[in-house]
């Protein structure tokens, strides 16, 4: 008889400390995976400030530079890429244009650079379809606008901003602000908006009389 008594009460104690190394592995999985897609979040976020972006393209034309003037010069057109490289993943066929005023100049070998992912295919970077790229213009320590909207994002809506490598053609042309467009996108995830009118100015550099 306590043998059997023996036995029951061994076998409570197996089961009780079987559940417990349960729950202990529960908890170090559950552990282990928050960490883990908290870390790819971050990986995965364009705008991540903790990390460089790396952004390349590729024209076929070798005179790629000249056909961009050309567009900024003319009616603001778009020069195709044959393919994007962000992070290592490929997107083909994207439209690239310099952008800015005074910011642009054709001498300059780094000029901003505004690429449309979806003008000739229904593609996205996570959920992304417009880069903006500034050459950090008049900014010797290339960290004004970054650090601008850092701060400003504790008081006000306002876009998220980074820093890109950007290479063309293989050649490193240098580093860019990378700065989220101000889009009916973001108006709908600041603003709960996208319908109404969206009003975008150009400021004139040079006016006339």
């Known amino acids: 008889m306590k043998l059997f008594t023996s036995l029951r009460g061994l076998k409570k104690m197996l089961k009780h400390q079987e559940a ?22 971050k990986a995965q976020n364009f705008y991540n400030k903790d990390s460089i972006q ?9 005179d790629w530079d000249t056909k961009l003037d050309t567009a900024k010069l003319g009616r603001e057109g778009v020069l195709m890429a044959a393919w994007i490289r962000i992070n290592g993943v490929q997107l083909d066929s994207v439209a690239v244009k310099y952008k800015g005023n005074s910011s642009f100049d054709r001498s300059y070998k780094k000029n901003p650079l505004n690429i449309d992912l979806d ?4 593609q996205n970077f996570q959920g992304l379809s417009s880069i903006k790229l500034s050459n950090c213009y008049a900014d010797p320590s ?7 909207y850092d701060i400003l994002a504790n008081y006000m809506d306002c876009p ?37 009118t969206f009003v975008k100015c150009n400021p004139i550099v040079k006016p006339g009389p």
């Open 20 to 41: 417990t190394e349960a729950r202990s592995n529960l908890i170090v999985l559950t552990v282990i995976l928050t960490i883990f897609f908290v870390t790819q979040s």
């Open 160 to 196: 998220r901003a980074n820093f890109a490598k950007v290479y063309i053609n293989g050649n490193y042309i240098g580093l860019y602000s990378n700065t989220e467009s101000i889009n009916k996108k973001f108006c709908a995830e600041h603003f709960n908006s996208s319908g109404n």
């Open 54 to 62: 790396t952004i390349e393209l590729q024209f076929s034309e070798a």
């Open 119 to 122: 003008t000739y295919k229904n």
């Open 142 to 148: 290339m960290i004004r606008e970054v650090l601008a």
